[in-house]
């Protein structure tokens, strides 16, 4: 079993739509809890982070944690063409030295 | 501006012919790491530098070699490719204690025939 599974998609959907994107894990060390988005041939970029359990808002993005359950999610609000991208999940323990990544879910907001 | 910089972005080589992959930061960072990114698989770290002098093995760092002789360049060396090191690479760097916030450069597709 991986420790980190995302759903690749791909997902389209409408512009304006609400878009959840979601990942699971399994190591109950993860502490920090990343989303990068990473467009088409360019680098992945950090959008958010949240530590430990919660939500945290970002503009149109809400990035929430339910370690009980160990789920992730990423909400987008309002969704616009410019956020079509592949977006990848990526928990972390403290103080470890790399990120475990999901696969990625590919996202395409249709005008 | 922050940047990370990779040269080349773009190589075909052939089985066996040794290559390096550059990368350089501007922004003084402790930590730097290397990722290769395939369809199915994800980003893996292949290996890491948590400062000058200072590096070791990500998950999968068969095959590959580093250096860190200063702060700013993080060299990624492939000493005799293979088809199965044909990938998407990726250098990332990072503020020491924050290794959970990586900023990426802009990626290297190697192509080994």
């Known amino acids: 079993q991986k420790e980190v599974e995302q759903d690749p998609g791909p997902l389209s959907v409408p512009e304006g739509a609400i878009v959840s994107l979601n990942c699971t894990y399994s190591n109950s060390a993860f502490q920090y809890f990343m989303w990068y988005r990473q467009y088409s041939r360019k680098g992945p970029e950090l959008l958010m982070y949240t530590y430990s359990s919660g939500n945290k808002e970002d503009g149109r993005f809400t990035a929430q944690v339910d370690k009980s359950s160990k789920y992730i999610s990423l909400f987008i609000r309002d969704s616009q063409p410019s956020d079509s991208a592949t977006y990848l999940c990526a928990p972390t323990p403290t103080g470890a030295n790399n990120l475990f990544f999901g696969t990625g879910t590919r996202l395409t907001v249709i005008p | 501006e922050a940047q990370v910089t990779q040269n080349p972005r773009y190589l075909i080589t052939v089985t066996g012919k040794k290559l390096t992959v550059t990368c350089s930061q501007n922004?003084?960072?402790?930590?730097m790491s290397w990722y290769r990114q395939d369809p199915g698989l994800g980003l893996r770290q292949i290996y890491y530098s948590m400062n000058v002098e200072v590096t070791d093995k990500g998950d999968v760092p068969e095959g590959y070699k580093v250096s860190r002789k200063e702060k700013r360049n993080f060299p990624l060396i492939l000493e005799s490719p293979s088809p199965n090191q044909t990938s998407l690479y990726f250098c990332?760097?990072?503020?020491?204690?924050?290794?959970?916030?990586?900023?990426f450069g802009p990626g290297t597709r190697l192509t080994v025939t």
């Open positions: 990332a760097r990072s503020p020491a204690g924050q290794t959970y916030e990586q900023y």
């Open positions: 922004m003084n960072h402790e930590y």
